[in-house]
T-cell receptor, first 111, second 116 residues
Framework: GDSVTQMEGPVTLSEEAFLTINCTYT??????LFWYVQYPGEGLQLLLK?????DKGSNKGFEATYRKETTSFHLEKGSVQVSDSAVYFC??????????FGGGTRVLVKP | NAGVTQTPKFRILKIGQSMTLQCTQD?????MYWYRQDPGMGLKLIYY???????DKGEVPNGYNVSRSTTEDFPLRLELAAPSQTSVYFC???????????????FGDGTRLSIL
């Protein structure tokens, strides 16, 4: 079945550091890929998405590129802020309109 | 804009008790979903609905029931609470057209449920 694997956290960074969260997937067909962010005490919010190979999703300084050849969708941000502290989830949507989530990566940005 | 609203936000149940987690959305979305999130884990799909009157099982449906009598509401029922059902429950909704996907799911803020 479909699956998503992302790096375990927590990831602790200093403000203005570069952030990368690795995400790889296994799926049949051509899934859409998503990054969701969960701030403390809140539900998940869509951060960015990509629907086909080589698409780049971007939002709030975050970027991720759909790499079909490596089945990856790594999340990057060039300069993180304290407000980026959250849990980040990689997810895919294949046939059936259902999301499959990775285990989440907690990111802590220190001033 | 209310979006997806879940009630209650917190609840403690005793083993064997029953309860209903409420979820309502005001975006006229046809699809609705229930997930559970265990500590340090991703979300797992419990049940989903593609429209009023239609529900289907997700990955972890055992111990739960749902109904979808209206477009707006999608309650989740626990009949005999067990400690294994201690989790955070999220409701989500999205709008889907036949043959078209990729519309993002919108999530509520969650219900934190403890079974003691």
């Amino acid at each position: 079945g479909d699956s998503v694997t992302q790096m375990e956290g927590p990831v602790t960074l200093s403000e203005e550091a570069f952030l990368t969260i690795n995400c790889t997937y296994t799926a049949t067909g051509y899934p859409s890929l998503f990054w969701y962010v969960q701030y403390p005490g809140e539900g998940l919010q869509l951060l960015l998405k990509a629907t086909k190979a080589d698409d780049k999703g971007s939002n709030k300084g975050f970027e991720a590129t759909y790499r079909k050849e490596t089945t990856s969708f790594h999340l990057e941000k060039g300069s993180v802020q304290v407000s980026d502290s959250a849990v980040y989830f990689c997810a895919l949507e294949a046939a059936g309109n259902k999301l499959t989530f990775g285990g989440g990566t907690r990111v802590l940005v220190k001033p | 804009n209310a979006g997806v609203t879940q009630t209650p936000k917190f609840r403690i149940l005793k083993i064997g008790q029953s309860m209903t987690l409420q979820c309502t959305q005001d975006m006229n979305h046809n699809y609705m979903y229930w997930y559970r999130q265990d500590p340090g884990m991703g979300l797992k799909l419990i049940y989903y609905s593609v429209g009023a009157g239609i529900t289907d099982k997700g990955e972890v449906p055992n111990g739960y029931n749902v109904s979808r009598s209206t477009t707006e509401d999608f309650p989740l029922r626990l009949e005999l609470a067990a400690p294994s059902q201690t989790s955070v429950y999220f409701c989500a909704s999205s709008y889907r057209l036949s043959g078209v996907s990729n519309q993002p799911q919108h999530f509520g803020d969650g219900t934190r449920l403890s079974i003691l």
